[in-house]
């Protein structure tokens, strides 16, 4: 019994970590869709943040396979990146111009509508 526990930990360390580091990449995303749909009311982060729930729980069904059988543990980590890859094809409005990386990487954009 010992043996098998050991052995799953084994196969799935990183191929885990990094199933579990992509859902995360996808939270993330999905959130900043969110704070900017919220601060700019364009229709395109709208419907990238609705996907987003798609997405990351697509991205959360494919670290559960890694975890729950680590056999098919690719498949897991592929289905994790395929959610992933869905997320960056969702359209959008440009919305930055000149703004440095961290801006862009948080979200923050000028408010274009009266809620505060």
Known sequence: MQETVHNRFIAMSILFLISVFGVLVCIFLWLRDIRIW???????????AIHGVYQTALATAG??????????????????????????????EKIWTNEPAITRFFGSVPRNNSRR
């Open 63 to 92: 670290a559960g396979i890694v975890f729950l059988w680590p056999v098919v543990s690719i498949l897991g980590t592929g289905i994790v990146l395929l959610a992933l890859y869905l997320q960056g094809k969702e359209e959008r």
């Open 38 to 48: 919220a601060r700019s009311l364009l229709p395109g982060y709208r419907k990238a």
